[in-house]
């Protein structure tokens, strides 16, 4: 039964470490939620979060809540600091997410050319003046970026880490991915080819995470992919139309589904799978992508890294 539980190194197995991880963010959520609803409500405040207000609220306490359980569970069970979830301002943190907002926006770009070139998707320029997309431009990429760092910090945070830290790399991609896939079942008009193509994105910010061990890279990519989508081209971002509107661009798709995405967006479409399995192929390539070393160490499963750092 003690091998059930503990390795042999003396620590829980990373099976029950993720559990405990997940539980620990139910906790937190529950706890801010209610804690932080209570104040708003006094405060007059949550009565007006509807639309984009009330998703930015939600994302804000899911952050909240996924950092906290992040922190108390590498350093009580992996015994690391909590810079090793890769959220800290290392030496190319601003490089890498940089590099992220350019593979994004590239990547989405190359996602429209079909649906462009051989459907019906065609953009306007926006009727409204500059002066009046500044605001909302703004407001959404706040929102955008406090939902995309949410589900990096969870997917691609410790739950990822703490199996690669036992050599359960593969899998934990493989878990991580389908979880991230599976989680957008319940968006307006979802279907198989969207679920397929947020598996891959999966698979693509796995990858973006791998190649410099921090999740500037990753968010930088989530975040560009969803704010062009929704606040650009003012395309459906995975069926959601209230977070990012008004846009520069005004979308008009007559289909095909399979090629335009329809009411999904184009991350129903097939275009946007090719885009994807060609932007993972360029991500291994990218130069100028240098992981911090000691996120290397504390991140690798060679002698279990984490036995021999202590937690500072």
Do not use: K
């Not at 739950?159 to 319940?186: K, P």
């Amino acid at each position: 039964m003690h091998t059930i539980f503990i390795d042999d190194h003396g620590r829980i197995r990373s099976g029950w470490r993720a559990l405990i991880f997940v539980l620990l963010l139910a906790v937190f959520t529950i706890g801010m939620s209610a804690f932080i609803g209570s104040a708003a409500d006094r405060l007059g405040f949550r009565a007006r979060l509807d639309g984009r207000a009330g998703f930015a609220y939600n994302s804000a306490i899911s952050l909240i809540a996924a950092a906290a359980a992040s922190f108390v569970a590498v350093r009580m069970m992996d015994r690391l600091p909590f810079r090793s979830i890769g959220a800290s301002f290392t030496a190319g943190w601003l490089r890498h997410f940089v590099f992220g907002l350019g593979i994004g926006t590239a990547t989405l770009a190359a996602a429209l050319i079909p649906a462009i070139a051989y459907g019906s998707l065609r953009f306007s320029l926006t009727d409204l003046a500059a002066s009046s997309l500044a605001e909302p431009l703004l407001t959404s990429l706040a929102v955008m970026g406090l939902a995309s760092a949410f589900e990096e910090l969870l997917f691609r945070g410790y739950f990822l880490q703490t199996f690669m830290r036992s050599g359960l790399t593969w899998l934990a991609i493989l878990m991580t991915s389908g979880f991230f896939g599976l989680v957008h079942l319940g968006n307006p008009d979802a279907g198989p080819i969207s679920t397929t193509n947020t598996m891959l994105a999966g698979l693509w910010f796995a990858a973006a995470y791998i190649r410099t061990r921090d999740l500037w890279f990753a968010w930088g990519i989530h975040l560009a992919w969803n704010f062009a989508q929704g606040a650009i081209f003012g395309i459906e971002v995975s069926g959601l139309t209230q977070i990012a509107r008004p846009s520069v661009l005004v979308e008009s798709d007559g289909g095909p589904v399979w090629l335009t995405g329809g009411e999904y967006g184009i991350e129903a479409s097939i275009g946007c799978t090719a885009a994807i399995l060609i932007s993972i192929a360029a991500i291994r390539y990218l130069p100028c992508l240098e992981p911090d070393p000691e996120l290397v160490e504390m991140t690798s499963a060679s002698e279990e890294a984490t036995i021999t750092r202590s937690v500072s």
